[in-house]
């Protein structure tokens, strides 16, 4: 049985490799809360979904129309999946160890040896001759 809504490929295939199947998710309409006044408190344009054997339950809220927001549901949804079935080798969980090596310190070992590298390179640069006339 396919999903009720038109995912992309590459969402669809990594939802075939993990096993979700439409029949294990529970998806309800709910009003979102926030900004929007009237238009907010009178539609049902959040989508809450639940995964039956993880547990897992996403409600999105994210745009004004019930359609996109179910699209983004769904794909939150697989990728919450993975990220508790895979653990650390899941994309999700990849992206943010990436970001948090990228903004590390330096150790002060790998600093000063790329310090000393540079005054050595500088030093390289000073002994060239100038341009002479």
Known sequence: MPFPVSLPPPILALAMQLRVRPEDIHESFIRGSGKGGQKINKTSSAVQLRHAATGIEVTVQKHREQSKNRISAYKL?????????????????????????????????????????????????????????
């Open 77 to 133: 949804l697989i990728a919450k999946i993975e990220e508790h079935v895979r653990g650390k080798e899941s994309a999700r969980a990849k992206k943010i160890f990436k970001l948090r090596k990228q903004k590390q310190r330096r150790s002060k070992k790998a600093k000063e040896k790329m310090l000393t590298e540079k005054k050595r390179r500088g030093e390289i640069k000073e002994g060239r001759g100038g341009v002479s006339w």
